[in-house]
C-alpha cells in the first residue's frame, strides 16, 4: 500500500527520482539487525477485510465496508481505506463505474485507482528518463480520473474524499499551485483536519514539485498552529523536515536535520500531535509514529526516537523508512540505534 495518509503513489514514485535512496542506508543496513516485515494492513481488521474483497471482486462487501464510514462523514478515514486498495484493484477497480456510474463511492474509489493506476505508468523515474508515450498514458489516466473524481464531487457534494485525490492528480498534470490550492481548500471546506489532504498539499508546495523549503515549512507550521491539541496535522512538521532532508546533498542533509532548531521543533510538533492525550485517531496512528521516528532518528535525537519506537511496536510504514532504503531494514537499524542510545551512521 502506497499510504503515506494520501501522498500515495506521487510521493513513493517520486522519491526515487530525486536521490540514489538506495545508497543513503541499504547497504548498511543490511549488516544491522533483523528486518521488521511490513504489515499493509497497519493491524486494522477493516482494511484487512476491505483488501480481501478487492481481491475477490467483491464489490458489494467493499462498498458495506466504505459506506458506513461515508455516512459518518468520517473522510480521513474513508480516504485512507481507499488508499489501501488503490493499487489492488487492477481492472476491476478501473472498471466499477461501468456498472454504477452514478454511485458517487464507485467514482471515487475508481478515480484513485486511476490515481495509482498513472503513475504505475510514469514509474519512479526521473523525468528526463520518462518516455512520451509514458507521459501520455500517465496523464490520459489522471484525466480520466479526474473525470470520475468530479463526478463524485458532484454527486455527493458533502463529501471530502474527491478532492484528496484531485489534489494528487493536479500535482501529477501540473495544473499549477493555484489550480491544486483551489482543490485543497475545496477539501478542507469538508474536512478540516484531514491530515492526508494537508500532506497532499504541502508536497504540491515542496520544492521538487516547483515549490520552496520556505514555502512548505511554513505550510506546515501554520497548520500546526491552527488545529487543536492532540490534532494529527503536527505531522507535517515531520514530513516537511524530512523532504527538506531528502533535498539535500549528503553531507548537507545530516548537518541540516541535525540542527538545536529542527530538533526542538520536531519535539514541540510531537508532543502536540503524536504524544498529546487528546490525540485519537480514526486511522492507525502508525504512519504518523513512523514518520517522527525516523525523524528524531536522522536527527540524533535518540532518547525522543526510543519513545516513539516503543508506541510503533513492530509496525513500520513504508513510508517515509523507503526514503533510505528497505523499509524494513532501515526501521530495524534505527530502532536498534535509538533503544541503544549511541549515535548511528547515517543513511
Known sequence: ??????????????????????????SSAAR??????????????????LQRAVAATDWPTAAGILGPVRERGDFERLTWLISGIEELGGVFLLRLPEKHPDDPLVLTVSGARHVAWAWQARTGARASQVT?????????????AEEHLYAAAEADPQSAAPWVFLTTA?????????????????????????????????????RKWGGSHEEMHAFARTARKNAPSGSGLGVLTAYAHLEHWLDLPSGQDAAYIRTPEVRAELREAAQGSVLHPAYTPTVPPYPALNAFAMAFWLAGDFASGHDLFQRI???????????????GRVFARARQDCKKGKKGKQP
Open 132 to 144: 512520451q508515450d509514458q507521459f501520455r498514458t500517465f496523464h490520459e489516466r489522471l484525466r480520466t
Open 1 to 26: 500500500m502506497s499510504n503515506l495518509s494520501l501522498l500515495g503513489p506521487a510521493a513513493i514514485g517520486a522519491f526515487v527520482a530525486m536521490r540514489a535512496i538506495a545508497n543513503r542506508g541499504q
Open 32 to 49: 544491522g539487525p533483523k528486518p521488521v516485515p511490513v504489515d499493509e494492513t497497519q493491524g486494522d481488521a477493516e482494511l484487512a477485510a
Open 170 to 206: 493536479s500535482r501529477g498534470l501540473e495544473h499549477g499551485h493555484d489550480v491544486t490550492r483551489r482543490r485543497f481548500e475545496a477539501g478542507v471546506r469538508r474536512a478540516p483536519l484531514h491530515t492526508g489532504l494537508h500532506a497532499a498539499q504541502l508536497q504540491q508546495i515542496c
Open 313 to 327: 511496536g513492530d509496525h513500520p510504514t513504508r513510508f517515509p523508512w523507503a526514503y533510505a532504503g528497505d523499509p
